[in-house]
T-cell receptor, first 114, second 115 residues
Framework: GENVEQHPSTLSVQEGDSAVIKCTYSDSASNYFPWYKQELGKRPQLIIDIRSNVGEKKDQRIAVTLNKTAKHFSLHITETQPEDSAVYFCAACKLSGGYQKVTFGTGTKLQVIP | TAGITQAPTSQILAAGRSMTLRCTQDMRHNAMYWYRQDLGLGLRLIHYSNTAGTTGKGEVPDGYSVSRANTDDFPLTLASAVPSQTSVYFC??????????????FGPGTRLTVL
């Protein structure tokens, strides 16, 4: 089955610096890669996503890159702000056995220090 | 638009008792899902439904059952709760059913403690 590894598990950056979170997946059938942000006690919320036919996508301070050959995708946050502090999850999605199977990474706790 | 709602927000339940966690979406999404989130284990799929009238088992279905009588509602039932079912439960939905991969949107969660 699919395996998604996410690194690092914790990340501390100074306000204004960039943060990069990396994920690798194992199943080449995965074709959709969302990133979720989860604040303490809240629901996971989609912040950006990318499909397998695209190499890069950007939305203001957030960007995601995908390397299908290496089965690797990354989240980039520039000009970090304290409100970016949260746990970030990557995910790899594919159709399997009649449903959309989503495999989540184990999360990265990002702390932005003012 | 409410999106996805869950009830209750939190619950303490005695072991052996039954309980139904409620989930309702108003986005007319075809697919709905139940996940549990445990520290260090991430989000794990319990059951899913691609469309009203159909359900399927996910990664950790034992001890749980679901039904999908209509498009909007997807209740999760614990027939006889055990302490290992202590977790935060998230309901999610996506527009597509079994035809394509799609964004899943999450409800606010139910924090369940089984004593």
């Amino acid at each position: 089955g699919e395996n998604v590894e996410q690194h690092p598990s914790t990340l501390s950056v100074q306000e204004g610096d960039s943060a990069v979170i990396k994920c690798t997946y194992s199943d080449s059938a995965s074709n959709y890669f969302p990133w979720y942000k989860q604040e303490l006690g809240k629901r996971p919320q989609l912040i950006i996503d990318i499909r397998s036919n695209v190499g890069e996508k950007k939305d203001q301070r957030i960007a995601v890159t995908l390397n299908k050959t290496a089965k690797h995708f990354s989240l980039h946050i520039t000009e970090t702000q304290p409100e970016d502090s949260a746990v970030y999850f990557c995910a790899a999605c594919k159709l399997s056995g009649g449903y959309q199977k989503v495999t989540f990474g184990t999360g990265t706790k990002l702390q932005v220090i003012p | 638009t409410a999106g996805i709602t869950q009830a209750p927000t939190s619950q303490i339940l005695a072991a052996g008792r039954s309980m139904t966690l409620r989930c309702t979406q108003d986005m007319r999404h075809n697919a709905m899902y139940w996940y549990r989130q445990d520290l260090g284990l991430g989000l794990r799929l319990i059951h899913y439904s691609n469309t009203a009238g159909t359900t399927g088992k996910g990664e950790v279905p034992d001890g749980y059952s679901v039904s999908r009588a209509n498009t909007d509602d997807f209740p999760l039932t614990l027939a006889s709760a055990v302490p290992s079912q202590t977790s935060v439960y998230f309901c999610a939905s996506s527009a597509s059913g079994s035809g394509s991969t799609d964004t899943q949107y999450f409800g606010p969660g139910t924090r369940l403690t089984v004593l």
